[in-house]
C-alpha cells in the first residue's frame, strides 16, 4: 500500500509562488519505478490532472499551468515536487499527489489578494 503526503500549500497573493510537496512510502513500494502526478479541485469543480512525471523523467502539464508549473522528483528521498510561479486566483484548489489508485489527503492553495 503506497502512503501519500502533500504539504506545502497555503495563501498567496496573485503572482506570486509556491511549492508543493508530497513524500511517499510503503512497504513495497519503489518509488523510482512509478509514474507520479499532481491533481486539483477547485471549489464546486471535479479533479483536474495539473502534471505527470514518469519513472524516466518525462513531463506533462495541462494548458492551464504549462510554462508556471514545474513537476519533479527526488527519487532518493521518494519525494515528489510542484514548483508553482505566478499563481492565479484560478488556481486556487485542493492540490492532491497521486500514484496509482492512491492519493493523499490534499494541500489548500488559496490565490488571492
Known amino acids: 500500500e503506497v502512503q501519500l503526503v502533500e504539504s506545502g500549500g497555503g495563501l498567496v497573493q496573485p503572482g506570486g509562488s509556491l511549492r508543493l510537496s508530497c513524500a511517499a512510502s510503503?512497504?513495497?513500494?519503489?518509488?523510482?519505478?512509478?509514474?507520479m502526478s499532481w491533481v486539483r479541485q477547485a471549489p464546486g469543480k471535479g479533479l483536474e490532472l495539473v502534471s505527470t512525471?514518469?519513472?524516466?523523467?518525462?513531463?506533462t502539464y495541462a494548458d492551464s499551468v504549462k510554462g508556471r508549473f514545474t513537476i519533479s522528483r527526488d527519487n532518493a528521498k521518494r519525494t515528489l515536487y510542484l514548483q508553482m510561479n505566478s499563481l492565479k486566483p484560478e488556481d486556487t484548489a485542493v492540490y492532491y499527489c497521486?500514484?496509482?489508485?492512491?492519493r493523499g489527503q490534499g494541500t489548500q492553495v488559496t490565490v488571492s489578494s
Open positions: 497521486v500514484q496509482g489508485d492512491s
Open positions: 510503503g512497504f513495497t513500494f519503489t518509488f523510482r519505478n512509478y509514474a
Open positions: 512525471i514518469s519513472s524516466g523523467l518525462f513531463t
